[in-house]
């Protein structure tokens, strides 16, 4: 029989680059890892895993909180004299502002006039009890010779003490206009920023009415509302984090907590105190964590963990070819770690990874183990 040396020459390649690989998969110098790890196994397996065991870490407790931002305190600066034209208006809503500070005016000619009137009142007063006096002195002193009856020094001495009560009452009304006229002068009662402004220039007002309103000291709190079952969690001086509207971070501290709960809502509210210049303005709604004491926590991967139909599971490797789904409850999240609260031993082997793909029974094979018969210069 002829043969054709035309097709024998290119098969003979193939044979020999085919013989080639097999060899080179199989040299103990060059573990061919990453090929065999997706390779299943003649046993069956499905997948590869790897797998990793829960680790105990310290971790603060945190409580998980939302509410609005408000004033620590809020101060209204009104009028104390009425009837009077607001003359002059020195600041505006969100400036700084100082306690005494001049923040408005009110026209006060009617008042300097009538501190004018106030003051000739007294000194006529007081003209009228330096007669009456006068007059005591000289009746007192011509008593013994009969020259005058003992009735008329009477109403000297009574006419003497009724000049002196009516320069008590011209001081009296003196001082009452000088206050006055010191009211028309609008000052700010603390240190703060205005935070509105219902004084307009030109408008009368009458004593009471509303000018300013001030945010004490500039100082912003967060009012978290919290669950009745852990308000008890929650100490005067936890360190506070919280997200800010814009994204930023700010911390505080807890200042106060409410010794009564809401009765619609059930939650109590914690008084959180802001460092000034945070960021935070009154009207903000912000959500934040209160940290408690450092406690023990059994920690997972995130990646280990599945959220599926609302439960928490994780996937248990079994004699080394197959896993079992593990209900488990999670609580605290930090960086990539969750806490795991119930339903798993500190020695189990968990999937780290890929638990999304695996389901009750199905057969895996660990990476670890690939990688040892990589090296090995078998391939299954």
Sequence with gaps: MKFNLKWIAPA???????????????????????AETIVPSTTGAALAVSTTTPAR?????QLLASGNLAAWQEAIV???????????????????????????????DSLKASLDKQNAAVATARAN????????????????SGAISGKSIDDYVIAEATSQAALASAQADLLSTQIQLEQTRIVAVDDGYVSSRSALLGNVVSAGTELFRLVRQSRIEWRAEVDAQRVSQ???????????????????KVRLIAPTLSTS????????????????????????????????????PQSAVVLRDGRSDVYLLKDDSTVTRRTVVTGRRQGDRIEVLSGLNADARVVASGGAFLAEGVKVERIERLATAGTSGSVR
Excluded: C
């Design 78 to 108: 009104g009028a104390q004299t009425g009837s009077l034209r607001i003359a002059e208006l020195y600041v505006d809503v969100g400036q700084q502002v100082k306690r005494g500070q001049l923040l408005a005016r009110l026209a006060d």
């Design 12 to 34: 003979t390649l193939v044979l020999a680059a085919a013989a080639t690989a097999v060899v080179w998969q199989g040299s103990a110098s060059q573990p061919a890892v990453a």
């Design 57 to 61: 870490q310290t971790w603060p407790t």
């Design 234 to 252: 929650v100490k005067v001086g936890q360190v506070v984090r919280i997200g800010l509207p814009d994204g930023s971070i700010t911390e505080g």
């Design 129 to 144: 009890l330096d007669q009456a006096h006068a007059n005591v002195l000289r009746a007192r002193a011509v008593s013994g």
């Design 265 to 300: 809502t059930n939650r109590a509210t914690v008084y959180v105190a802001l460092p000034t210049g945070s960021g935070a303005a009154p009207g903000m709604f912000a959500s934040g964590t209160i940290e408690g004491e450092a406690t023990l926590a059994l920690t997972l």
